[in-house]
C-alpha cells in the first residue's frame, strides 16, 4: 500500500489532453473526447454517448454576423428561461455568456454559451451535456480562455 501512495506521489495523476490545430487557433482539449474539425471554420468534440457534445465555430462569418448570432441564440434558449449576458474577456473584446437547462423525454439537458469578438478572435462555443459541466477543462468559458490565449 505504502509503495501505491510513493508512486501516487511521484506521478501525479493528470488528465491527458490532445492538441486542436486550426487556422486560427491552437489548444488543448481532453483526450478522451473524440475531435473532427475542418481547420477553417469547426471543431466538434465529443464524449462518450456524444454526450459531452462541443461545438466551436470560429472565423470572420462568426465576426460578421455576431449580432444575429447573440440575437438567434437569445431567441433558441428564451424558452429555457435563459439569456446571453455581458462577461469579461480582455481589452477590445466583447463576450456573452449564458447557461440553460431544458426537460427532453424525461431527461435533463444543460447547455451552455460563450460568443465572443475580439481583434484576433471570434467563435461561438457551444456546449451540450445530460450532466452538468463541472470539469473545468469542458466549460465553455475555459475553452474560450484557451483560444483567446493561442498564439495563432
Known amino acids: ?34 475531435i473532427q474539425t475542418n481547420k477553417v471554420n469547426r471543431v466538434l468534440a465529443f464524449g462518450k454517448s456524444n454526450s459531452p457534445f462541443i461545438n466551436i465555430e470560429f472565423g470572420q462569418g462568426v465576426k460578421e454576423q455576431y ?8 431567441e433558441t ?38 460568443l465572443v469578438k475580439s481583434k484576433h478572435h471570434s467563435f461561438i462555443i457551444s456546449v451540450a451535456s445530460k450532466e452538468p459541466i463541472l470539469d473545468g477543462e469542458l466549460q465553455a468559458k475555459i475553452i474560450g480562455n484557451k483560444i483567446l490565449q493561442s498564439g495563432i
Do not use: W
Not at 510513493?6 to 491552437?26: E, G, H, R, W, Y
Not at 449580432?67 to 437569445?74: A, G, H, K, P, T
Open 1 to 34: 500500500m505504502r509503495r501505491i501512495l510513493i508512486l501516487l506521489l511521484l506521478f501525479p495523476v493528470s488528465v491527458m489532453a490532445q492538441k486542436v490545430k486550426t487556422d486560427m487557433f491552437t489548444i488543448e482539449l481532453p483526450d478522451h473526447l473524440q
Open 77 to 114: 434558449i428564451k424558452p429555457m428561461g435563459s439569456q446571453l449576458s455581458a462577461v469579461k474577456c480582455g481589452e477590445n473584446c466583447e463576450a456573452m455568456y449564458a447557461e440553460a437547462q431544458t426537460e427532453i423525454e424525461n431527461t435533463v439537458a444543460y447547455s451552455y454559451f460563450y
Open 67 to 74: 449580432s444575429q448570432i447573440v440575437d438567434r441564440v437569445n
